[in-house]
């Protein structure tokens, strides 16, 4: 026996790999400071806990809908209506196990081989994995450093064709933490709006922005709420990854579509996680916040940090918990440095070229680890170098 075609089709998370490399030097007595993983270092917040602990003891331990529990998807179809202002009801809303499925199922659901997706590059690898495995043609658009980490939008509106079945964005983004200026979302917008595409908005990170530059949602642009897949969850906002709980915002008919798609996949999202993520969303706010500051404080110092490294230049990020260090005029291919950072310095990262062709000369951190251990990373990194 063999396995299927398409599998070749699927590609895989560097960060996985390097996380496995990392544990094996760790097994053998070397110290290393994680900067790979893009999961959020604190706990899942007490209120949330304890809902889902009592969600357990009253019995939320049997079979749910398929799309969620009701009580869940209409207070997130009311957190997004506030959130991204438009009207979104109970009949748009399915919860699925993570963030992930709604890329899978979207795509599963309306991809046809020969049509074309565009999608950012470099970006969270999945997406482009998933359109090759529905047997569509990936068209990736590279990300300009200069313009924040978007789109040339000269770039975006010549790769548009007749085949162009969906585009994907990602605000903040992974793993750059650019954020889509309000302008191009709102030029992309008019660029597909009378056209047969529709958007898959990956805003998974819709909560970690910093400063005065709120993420704008193209589901919030004239005409576009009909023709656009709202990615979102609670893995980065709630630090719930292990959880478990993501949700996808769709027109009914594709609603519909992914329930089917849940049916005969998963059944359903374990229960008691969604009665704690009611709380999450209806529970106080200030554990997000808190969250979000320290991710700010860290974001300055550890930036400013790698700056000082010659050769090296790192854009602050307006989102996200990710640095995205430029590292093309030390003369070595970004492979080459992450891996000796990791093999000589102690400091697990990822290579840019993980995350798409034009990563290429990038280097990814996480930023999402304590101050000290993000200090002592720099420190390393500086000592490898030579660096005072």
Known sequence: MKLANRMSNLLVESAFDVLLRARNLEAQGRSIIHLEIGEPDFETPSNVIDAGKKALDNGFTHYGPTPGLPELRQTIADYVSKTRGIPVELK???????????????????????????????????????????????????????????????????????????????????????????????????????KDIIVLSDEIYSRIVYGNEEPVSIASMPGMLEKTIILDGFSKTYAMTGWRLGYGVMPEWLALAVGKLMVNSTSCTATFTQIA????????????????????????????????????????????????????????????????????????????????????????FSYANSMENLMEALRRIKAWYGVA
Do not use: H
């Open 277 to 364: 993520g009611v709380e999450a969303l209806k529970g106080s706010q200030e554990p997000v916040e808190v969250m979000k500051a320290e991710f700010q404080r860290r974001r300055d110092a550890f930036c400013a940090g790698l700056n000082e490294i010659p050769g090296w230049k790192c854009e602050i990020p307006g989102g996200a918990f990710y640095a995205f260090a430029n590292i093309k005029a030390t003369g070595m291919s970004s492979k080459e440095l992450a891996d000796k950072l990791l093999m000589e310095a102690g400091v697990a990262c990822l290579d840019g070229a993980g995350f798409g062709e034009f990563g290429k000369g990038y280097i990814r």
């Open 92 to 194: 748009n809303v399915v919860v699925v196990p993570g963030g992930k499925p709604i890329i899978f199922f979207p795509l599963m659901a309306l991809l046809e081989p020969g049509d074309e997706v565009i999608y950012p590059n470099p970006g969270f690898p999945i997406y482009e994995s998933m359109i090759q495995f529905c047997g569509a043609t990936p068209v990736p658009i590279p990300l300009v450093e200069e313009r924040g980490f978007s789109f040339d939008m000269d770039v975006f509106r010549a790769s548009l064709s007749d085949k162009t079945k969906m585009v994907i964005l990602n605000s903040p983004q992974n793993p750059t933490g650019g954020i889509i200026p309000a302008a191009d979302i709102a030029a992309i917008a008019d660029l597909v709006r009378d």
